[in-house]
T-cell receptor, first 113, second 114 residues
């Protein structure tokens, strides 16, 4: 069955450093992948979408890569700030599935001042 | 714009009771979704709708029913609640555009079934 894996342990990063989160998928060939941020007690908020023909996507301090050979996406936050502390969810999707997404459990990121 | 709203925010039910969760969106989105989120697991799709009057089953539909009588509303019903349905429920919507696009989420409903 399709499986999406994200680091289950919290990631602790010092403020100002680059945080890198990993999303691996198996038994799946997504055409695109989305990343969302979720704060405690709130719904997920969309951050970035990357398609299979795009190696890299950037938005301000965020960068996402998509390696279909490794079946992996990396999510980077440069110059991290305490306000970046949240849980980050990856969600790959296929074009022929009514744009349904399969969600990872998320990685909790903690940025320490 | 309020975006996606959900009512209620919290609810405690006894086993066997029924309830309806209401989701409303004011963005004129075609697609709407109901998910549940449990600790250590990714969001799981319960039911979804690709337009007014249509609904379809997701990954975990058993024990739930839905209706989309109006484009802006998507209702999730539990006919006979079970403790296994204790979860946080999220509604989401997205605009149909012929290409993958982001989903907008509501604030969630925390449901406890005793």
């Amino acid at each position: 069955s399709q499986k999406i894996e994200q680091n289950s342990e919290a990631l602790n990063i010092q403020e100002g450093k680059t945080a890198t989160l990993t999303c691996n998928y198996t038994n799946y060939s997504p055409a695109y992948l989305q990343w969302y941020r979720q704060d405690p007690g709130r719904g997920p908020v969309f951050l970035l979408l990357i398609r299979e023909n795009e190696k890299e996507k950037r938005k301000e301090r965020l960068k996402v890569t998509f390696d279909t050979t490794l079946k992996q996406s990396l999510f980077h936050i440069t110059a991290s700030q305490p306000a970046d502390s949240a849980t980050y969810l990856c969600a790959p999707g296929c074009l022929d599935s009514n744009y349904q997404l399969i969600w990872g459990a998320g990685t909790k990121l903690i940025i320490k001042p | 714009n309020a975006g996606v709203t959900q009512t209620p925010k919290f609810r405690v039910l006894k086993t066997g009771q029924s309830m309806t969760l209401l989701c409303a969106q004011d963005m004129n989105h075609e697609y709407m979704y109901w998910y549940r989120q449990d600790p250590g697991m990714g969001l799981r799709l319960i039911h979804y709708s690709v337009g007014e009057g249509t609904t379809a089953k997701g990954e975990v539909p058993d024990g739930y029913n839905v209706s989309r009588l109006k484009k802006q509303n998507f209702l999730l019903g539990l006919e006979s609640a079970a403790p296994s349905q204790t979860s946080v429920y999220f509604c989401a919507s997205s605009l149909v555009s012929g290409r993958p696009i982001e989903q907008f989420f509501g604030p969630g409903t925390r449901l406890t079934v005793l």
